[in-house]
């Protein structure tokens, strides 16, 4: 077993021998190494963490027409560095008739339901923190906890516009659960497992060229899970000021966008595992670790700056419209879509490879073409309605 | 003492405590939060038992959906209305700890007779996907595909008849 193979393992055994060695009980000594293991993946997280504020920033400047951050250091590297400064030497406020208890533990629930994440994401072959077999269903568990940290903040606060903020970021995040557990069904269909790393593994054929809508839908639902523009309802800054968060300060305030941009990059990286590969690129993986952990924090780059495209383009979208949107349309094709997938993978079974995935993407091609023409179809019915409407208005005046 | 136990003794100890604070606390909003406490409890029991789809489970649907509609609804009353201010205790708090203990003294009777009860679990062998057998046990016929039918029948009656209430007529 040497160090480039299997580079956990590896020096998680030497860490053990050498606690051993100090005379630390075995069981103790292991504990104390899977710790210590948690412990790097999270500070190395935060430092990458870190390094997106810069890069939201840089890159948000550029879909302005602007230059971003470019005092502190070469291409304003520094700038990240002195937010954290200042927000840590911002007064810590907790207003008046808060719920002190609530109100603290909300942001750390809420960096928690994100760290929690990369237990489960494979960096390379043999380096993921637990392969468990319900992989899938634990993302969508974490979510749940991000929920939760959100409506414990906006109600804590005792402001009227937290409540409003939580409200509508509990009512976008429910909804879109739906369908973004639907498209998780696919991959799953697709690899006859839910663990992650057995995903990744059978994309011999990156998911995406077997299901596109699939992963269009699954990013759209993600980018609602995060709460990012088309969907940030719950902040809103136009009319509710900044919605959930808004009586945070400081560091509190940190935690709650240090955590949005993580989930946001975590989600980018979701999304290249699940239809893209993950960390496999041609073969790439299998030279060393440190190139599958790059393949890796590359998609999920890409990921990331699509959701950051869409953030900064896309103009915000009124709640019942988000609502009929996520319940009328992008639900109904969701389950359509798993049942046709499901059919076809019965039916393609013993198919060579090129007829699965010709007849995968066909079967994909027409559930998009049809559901979108039901909805034009319904669209104009709507629009002669009301136009039809405003002529016999007319005439009567 | 195994690790096993001790992690049990301690989740089992947090999970009951959280159980009580949600019957006695005296904010709606806390008695929900408390209840999530214990629902994520009875998850790690699950996780325990080997069953870590049952606890994924419980966390998604227990916590992610139940409770937050709980809290949802106690956070569209007033502020005021959701705390209780009124005695905690009513004169026939002696019968409803009778009734508790009898319950639970007839289910630690009953489950004495149960041969399983004072036997360890044998170990799971390696390999063994519970995930994969649970799925075909419950999709198959010699399974428990009727009971599961049954109630998936029973929630889409649910789903409908809540449709049925909320729909407008116009």
Same mark, same amino acid.
């Given at each position: 077993?040497?160090?480039?193979?299997?580079?956990?393992?590896?020096?998680?055994?030497?860490?053990?021998?050498?606690?051993?060695?100090?005379?630390?009980?075995?069981?103790?000594?292991?504990?104390?190494?899977?710790?210590?293991?948690?412990?790097?993946?999270?500070?190395?997280?935060?430092?990458?963490?870190?390094?997106?504020?810069?890069?939201?920033?840089?890159?948000?400047?550029?879909?302005?027409?602007?230059?971003?951050?470019?005092?502190?250091?070469?291409?304003?590297?520094?700038?990240?560095?002195?937010?954290?400064?200042?927000?840590?030497?911002?007064?810590?406020?907790?207003?008046?008739?808060?719920?002190?208890?609530?109100?603290?533990?909300?942001?750390?629930?809420?960096?928690?339901?994100?760290?929690?994440?990369?237990?489960?994401?494979?960096?390379?072959?043999?380096?993921?923190?637990?392969?468990?077999?319900?992989?899938?269903?634990?993302?969508?568990?974490?979510?749940?906890?991000?929920?939760?940290?959100?409506?414990?903040?906006?109600?804590?606060?005792?402001?009227?516009?937290?409540?409003?903020?939580?409200?509508?970021?509990?009512?976008?995040?429910?909804?879109?659960?739906?369908?973004?557990?639907?498209?998780?069904?696919?991959?799953?269909?697709?690899?006859?497992?839910?663990?992650?790393?057995?995903?990744?593994?059978?994309?011999?054929?990156?998911?995406?060229?077997?299901?596109?809508?699939?992963?269009?839908?699954?990013?759209?639902?993600?980018?609602?899970?995060?709460?990012?523009?088309?969907?940030?309802?719950?902040?809103?800054?136009?009319?509710?000021?900044?919605?959930?968060?808004?009586?945070?300060?400081?560091?509190?305030?940190?935690?709650?966008?240090? *955590?949005?941009?993580?989930?946001?990059?975590?989600?980018?990286?979701?999304? *290249?595992?699940?239809?893209?590969?993950?960390?496999?690129?041609?073969?790439?993986?299998?030279?060393?670790?440190?190139?599958?952990?790059?393949?890796?924090?590359?998609?999920?780059?890409?990921?990331?700056?699509?959701?950051?495209?869409?953030?900064?383009?896309?103009?915000?979208?009124?709640?019942?419209?988000?609502?009929?949107?996520?319940?009328?349309?992008?639900?109904?094709?969701?389950?359509?879509?798993?049942?046709?997938?499901?059919?076809?993978?019965?039916?393609?079974?013993?198919?060579?490879?090129?007829?699965?995935?010709?007849?995968?993407?066909?079967?994909?091609?027409?559930?998009?073409?049809?559901?979108?023409?039901?909805?034009?179809?319904?669209?104009?019915?709507?629009?002669?309605?009301?136009?039809?409407?405003?002529?016999?208005?007319?005439?009567?005046? | 003492?195994?690790?096993?136990?001790?992690?049990?003794?301690?989740?089992?100890?947090?999970?009951?405590?959280?159980?009580?604070?949600?019957?006695?606390?005296?904010?709606?909003?806390?008695?929900?939060?408390?209840?999530?406490?214990?629902?994520?409890?009875?998850?790690?029991?699950?996780?325990?038992?080997?069953?870590?789809?049952?606890?994924?489970?419980?966390?998604?649907?227990?916590?992610?959906?139940?409770?937050?509609?709980?809290?949802?609804?106690?956070?569209?009353?007033?502020?005021?209305?959701?705390?209780?201010?009124?005695?905690?205790?009513?004169?026939?708090?002696?019968?409803?700890?009778?009734?508790?203990?009898?319950?639970?003294?007839?289910?630690?009777?009953?489950?004495?007779?149960?041969?399983?009860?004072?036997?360890?679990?044998?170990?799971?062998?390696?390999?063994?996907?519970?995930?994969?057998?649970?799925?075909?046990?419950?999709?198959?016929?010699?399974?428990?595909?009727?009971?599961?039918?049954?109630?998936?029948?029973?929630?889409?009656?649910?789903?409908?008849?809540?449709?049925?209430?909320?729909?407008?007529?116009?």
């Amino acid at each position: 077993m040497n160090f480039w193979n299997d580079p956990l393992k590896v020096a998680a055994d030497w860490l053990t021998g050498v606690f051993v060695g100090w005379g630390m009980n075995e069981i103790a000594a292991h504990v104390l190494v899977v710790f210590l293991g948690i412990l790097v993946l999270i500070i190395v997280l935060m430092v990458i963490d870190i390094l997106l504020v810069w890069i939201e920033r840089k890159v948000v400047a550029r879909f302005q027409d602007r230059i971003g951050p470019n005092r502190l250091g070469p291409f304003g590297l520094i700038q990240p560095f002195a937010d954290i400064v200042k927000l840590l030497i911002k007064e810590d406020t907790t207003p008046n008739g808060a719920d002190k208890v609530v109100y603290n533990l909300a942001p750390m629930l809420s960096m928690m339901s994100v760290l929690i994440l990369w237990a489960v994401v494979p960096l390379a072959p043999v380096m993921t923190g637990v392969d468990l077999n319900t992989g899938l269903l634990f993302i969508i568990a974490a979510g749940s906890i991000g929920t939760l940290s959100i409506i414990m903040g906006g109600w804590s606060s005792n402001n009227k516009f937290s409540v409003i903020g939580a409200f509508r970021q509990v009512a976008v995040m429910i909804s879109f659960e739906v369908p973004m557990l639907a498209m998780m069904l696919i991959p799953t269909i697709f690899a006859g497992s839910m663990g992650v790393n057995a995903i990744i593994q059978s994309q011999d054929i990156w998911f995406f060229w077997l299901s596109p809508l699939a992963a269009v839908i699954f990013m759209i639902a993600a980018i609602a899970e995060l709460g990012r523009s088309p969907f940030d309802l719950s902040e809103g800054e136009s009319e509710l000021v900044s919605g959930f968060n808004i009586e945070y300060s400081g560091m509190k305030f940190g935690m709650f966008y240090a *955590g949005e941009l993580l989930h946001a990059f975590t989600f980018g990286g979701f999304w *290249g595992i699940l239809f893209f590969g993950g960390y496999r690129f041609f073969g790439l993986e299998n030279v060393s670790f440190i190139f599958a952990i790059l393949i890796l924090l590359v998609k999920a780059m890409i990921g990331y700056w699509i959701i950051m495209w869409v953030k900064y383009t896309m103009m915000r979208i009124r709640i019942d419209h988000m609502l009929a949107f996520n319940w009328k349309f992008l639900t109904p094709v969701a389950f359509v879509l798993v049942m046709v997938v499901a059919l076809m993978n019965a039916l393609l079974k013993g198919a060579p490879a090129w007829l699965y995935v010709t007849g995968m993407l066909l079967a994909n091609i027409v559930v998009a073409w049809v559901s979108l023409e039901v909805v034009r179809s319904a669209g104009r019915k709507e629009r002669e309605r009301v136009e039809g409407a405003q002529v016999v208005e007319a005439a009567h005046h | 003492m195994t690790a096993e136990q001790i992690i049990f003794l301690i989740v089992g100890a947090v999970t009951l405590a959280s159980a009580l604070m949600v019957v006695t606390a005296r904010d709606l909003v806390h008695a929900a939060l408390w209840l999530v406490a214990a629902l994520f409890g009875v998850a790690i029991v699950y996780t325990l038992l080997n069953a870590g789809f049952l606890a994924v489970v419980q966390v998604v649907v227990y916590i992610g959906a139940i409770a937050i509609l709980f809290i949802f609804a106690v956070m569209l009353t007033r502020r005021q209305a959701a705390k209780d201010t009124g005695p905690a205790l009513n004169q026939n708090w002696w019968l409803g700890a009778l009734l508790a203990v009898l319950t639970f003294g007839g289910l630690v009777a009953l489950l004495q007779t149960w041969s399983g009860f004072s036997k360890t679990a044998s170990a799971i062998p390696s390999g063994f996907d519970a995930v994969n057998e649970l799925g075909t046990a419950l999709t198959s016929p010699a399974g428990y595909v009727l009971p599961f039918e049954v109630a998936s029948v029973l929630l889409l009656a649910a789903l409908v008849g809540a449709v049925y209430l909320a729909f407008n007529k116009k």
